[in-house]
């Protein structure tokens, strides 16, 4: 069974104050790892899709990376419009009856302070 | 916008009720997915259809089921409703399988 685990649950930075977020998973084998930002009374947002270890990503302040074992999202500097919470999803090439559907994390509450 | 519509966003009933709830995906977009969030549990995958075949389960209750019309939209049907019910549940298209899934902003449901 395929499993994601974020940490930390929650974490409250200083504007300017950069920091990471972590994804660890588990699956049988690794389609696409997909990182997405909701607020409050929204839907995810998509930010990010990492395919394979050593593969990175950048949007403006956030970098995702991967390894085999797990994601960052490094955030660089933030602003409080970062403030979200920010969700880790994997999408697995074996999944059963050939679902396609994402096994998500439960997400980091981050709180950006000016 | 992530050009996924869902509608209503909010819908309050009773238990034993029966729902529906209605997705269009983003223009050109054949794979719909729909997903419940409760606070405890997070966004669980329910059902996915792609170009109007139903693809896959995941933990989807017998007492819902969904269907995509030939004009690509979705519905998710939900009955025999019961506190538990209450959630967020949202709906997401994708180009194709394997691509990034879009969100919509999701239907609040409400069982008293």
């Known amino acids: 069974e395929d499993q994601v685990t974020q940490s930390p649950e929650a974490l409250r930075l200083q504007e300017g104050e950069s920091s990471s977020l972590n994804c660890s998973y588990t699956v049988s084998g690794l389609r696409g790892l997909f990182w997405y930002r909701q607020d409050p009374g929204k839907g995810p947002e998509f930010l990010f899709t990492?395919?394979?270890a050593g593969e990175e990503k950048e949007k403006e302040r956030l970098k995702a990376t991967l390894t085999k074992k797990e994601s960052f999202l490094h955030i660089t500097a933030p602003k409080p419009e970062d403030s979200a919470t920010y969700l880790c999803a994997v999408q697995d090439m074996y999944s059963g009856g050939g679902a396609d559907g994402l096994t998500f994390g439960k997400g980091t509450h981050l709180i950006i302070q000016p | 916008d992530s050009g996924v519509t869902q509608t209503p966003k909010h819908l309050i009933t009773a238990t034993g009720q029966r729902v529906t709830l209605r997705c269009s995906p983003r223009?050109?977009?054949?794979?719909v997915y729909w997903y419940q969030q409760s606070l405890d549990q997070g966004l669980q995958f329910l059902i996915q259809y792609y170009n109007g075949e139903e693809r896959a389960k995941g933990n989807i209750l017998e007492r819902f089921s969904a269907q995509q019309f030939p004009d690509l939209h979705s519905e998710l049907n939900l009955s025999s409703l019961e506190l538990g019910d209450s959630a967020l549940y949202f709906c997401?298209?994708?180009?194709?399988?394997?691509?990034?899934?879009?969100f919509g902003d999701g239907t609040r449901l409400s069982i008293l």
């Open positions: 223009s050109g977009d054949l794979s």
């Open positions: 990492l395919y394979s």
């Open positions: 997401a298209s994708s180009v194709d399988t394997n691509q990034p899934q879009h």
